[in-house]
């Protein structure tokens, strides 16, 4: 069997993380059983559209590296992945429905009165109507992969409208006969799709085309378990990656978010994804958005990274915050120090602020900053970087040791108040990085503002 899988989003604003777990499992499953994954821009709802929509999502899949074998990859006006580009062909399944009275078309909202009305191709000329499918009264049974049998009474379920007055078919018509057009062996979607599934069977029955595979992935929640929203934090996945969450990182959080790995495992790179993915394992419950769990894989994946390749990141973060980075190496410097100790790159940036502004001292240590030995210390300090040319940390090292050795103070004695002065705190960074990073004129200026306070 030959497996072709879908991700179907509408293009009505920013990706939302649900939808990045859908293309996601559709992606790992796709992988591993070498078989396509196919974009469909579901776009017939066109009151919903929104302008730029469908790059906007496409460059944040893209950012996720989740990556299509068919579909557009921007928007254009005749890709025949985007479904108000395939009217034509809506419409010839819509005469199919009508003219086997499998459908029927409504000149008003009074739907009941033309049910069992025969099909009359003249009287849709000219004339504004809207089309409904025959639900039939039986009971239904759906099979989920993940569920099993569920069973629905037709009975209860209203005749939907398929194709709308401005001709436009609605979602249940375009995704069916898509699904059934691009051979989708296996329709991954959101638990929020389960109860469309009867009418989607309903008209696979009407056209006598094979079911596909449904698994329906368990809803996102809030912490509270209520369904995860925008009240409770972000929802857009370019808010996560403007913040600064690595890519791995959220693609790593949100395949665990509904697919349990059966094993103590929590850190997957994509390619262990694909490998030990495994659809049955995918949970029927929902499933917490854990915030503080992402925020803690997040600094695990920082840690680990190779500050080289997330300096352009970090640049375009920084600068956000209207920090300018003048210097590779340093900012680099910068980044190896930050990055142990954040769970962001937003994170880092507040790690790092007294690099770029001047801080303010932590009022807890007053008085270290009004001690005498402190002021000793500043002074000597103060002379000795006043003469250097060229700050190297190596160098920074021997003058604080030769000034532990002259004035007979070590440990937290000679550091905590140094780094009072310099880093408005007294933990922080290495000395030697803190000056090197400043130069010679800023750790001038604060020694000086260091000596005078009080
Ligand atoms: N267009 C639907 C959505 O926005 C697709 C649902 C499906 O996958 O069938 O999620």
């Known amino acids: 069997m030959n497996i072709n899988v879908r991700f179907a989003p509408s293009p009505t604003g920013y990706l939302h993380v649900g939808g990045l777990r859908t293309a996601l499992y559709n992606y790992l499953f796709a992988k591993q059983h070498k078989g396509n994954l196919v974009l469909r821009i579901e776009d017939t709802d066109q009151s919903r ?40 062909i809506y419409h010839e399944h819509v005469t199919y429905l009508l003219e086997n009275n499998y459908a029927y078309a409504c000149f008003d909202d009074d739907f009941l009165q033309y049910r069992d009305k025969s099909y009359n191709k003249e009287q849709l000329i000219d004339t504004s109507y809207h089309v409904r499918l025959k639900i039939p009264n039986n009971e239904l049974t759906v099979k989920d992969e993940i569920r ?59 056209f006598q085309w094979e079911l596909p595979v449904f698994i329906h992935l368990p809803l996102l929640l809030n ?80 840690k680990d990274i190779q500050a080289e390749s997330i300096v352009s990141l970090c640049k375009i973060i920084f600068e956000k915050h209207n920090f300018t980075i003048e210097d590779n190496t340093d900012f680099i410097k910068i980044i190896n120090f930050a990055k142990q100790r954040s769970h962001t790159i937003a994170d880092m940036v507040e790690q790092t602020t007294p690099f770029f502004v001047d801080p303010s001292y932590n009022v807890e240590y007053r008085d270290l900053l009004l001690d005498k030995q402190s002021k000793r210390l500043f002074s000597l300090l103060l002379e000795q970087v006043a003469v250097l040319n060229n700050i190297e940390e190596s160098e920074i090292k021997e003058i604080i040791s030769n000034l532990s050795m002259e004035i007979h103070v070590k440990g937290k004695e000679l550091f905590f108040p140094i780094r009072l002065a310099l880093w408005g705190d007294v933990h922080g960074p290495d000395i030697g990085l803190i000056i090197k990073i400043l130069g010679k004129e800023k750790t001038l200026a604060r020694l000086n503002k260091a000596l005078k306070y009080g």
């Open 49 to 88: 559209k929104v302008d730029g929509a469908i790059d906007n999502l496409i460059e944040s899949l893209n950012k996720c590296g989740i990556i299509f074998d068919k579909g557009p990859t921007e928007y254009s006006t005749d890709n025949l992945f985007i479904q108000s580009n395939r009217l034509s």
């Open 148 to 206: 099993g049998d569920i069973k629905f009474d037709l009975s209860l379920i209203d005749d939907p409208v398929i194709l709308k007055t401005d001709q436009f078919p609605t979602y249940h018509l375009a995704n069916v006969i898509d699904d059934h057009d691009m051979d989708i062996s296996h329709v991954i979607r959101g638990e929020e799709w389960l109860p469309s599934t009867p009418i989607h069977v309903v008209l696979y029955d009407y």
């Open 223 to 302: 912490p509270d378990k209520s369904k995860l929203s925008k009240r409770q934090g972000h929802v857009s996945v370019d808010e996560f990656l403007n913040e600064g969450y690595l890519p791995e990182a959220l693609i790593n959080f949100i395949a665990l978010l509904g697919w349990n790995p059966k094993n103590n495992n929590e850190i997957f790179s994509i390619n262990e994804l694909i490998e030990q993915f495994n659809i049955k394992n995918i949970q029927k419950s929902g499933a917490v958005f854990d915030i503080n769990k992402l925020n803690w894989m997040n600094g695990e994946y920082l």
